[in-house]
Nanobody, 121 residues
């Protein structure tokens, strides 16, 4: 069993900052990539940022220069530092991991339960 648990969402005024955290636990052998997606009401889920292991990060154009994705010193964690937040950043933010399970060595994609980020104007 693999779980992704997110934390750090909340309500913030425009221009403020939030830091999201995500930890993968359970039968994790190795992680190929971790990232963040978000889904606003009535919209499709979209990529925010992704960070492959040993590769370069990728950001949605709408968050470049404001958000920073990083992997933690604690194994199997990823963070999203969100600065200069805008009302249009309001969405449920989901952690995503492309990983290989230790139980059967299969690679699969996992999602966290989501954390709400609300930015007031």
């Amino acid at each position: 069993q693999v779980q992704l648990v997110e934390s750090g969402g909340g309500l913030v005024q425009a221009g403020g900052s939030l830091r999201l955290s995500c930890a993968a636990s359970g039968s994790v052998l190795s992680i190929n990539a971790m990232g963040w997606y978000r889904q606003a009401p009535g919209k499709q889920r979209e990529l925010v940022a992704t960070m492959p292991s040993g590769g370069s990060t990728d950001y949605a154009d709408s968050v470049k220069g404001r958000f920073t994705i990083s992997r933690g010193n604690v194994k199997n964690t990823v963070y999203l530092q969100m600065n200069s937040l805008k009302p249009e950043d309001t969405a449920v933010h989901y952690c995503n991991a492309n990983l290989r399970r230790s139980t059967d060595l299969r690679r699969n994609i996992y999602w966290g339960q989501g954390t709400q980020v609300t930015v007031s104007s």
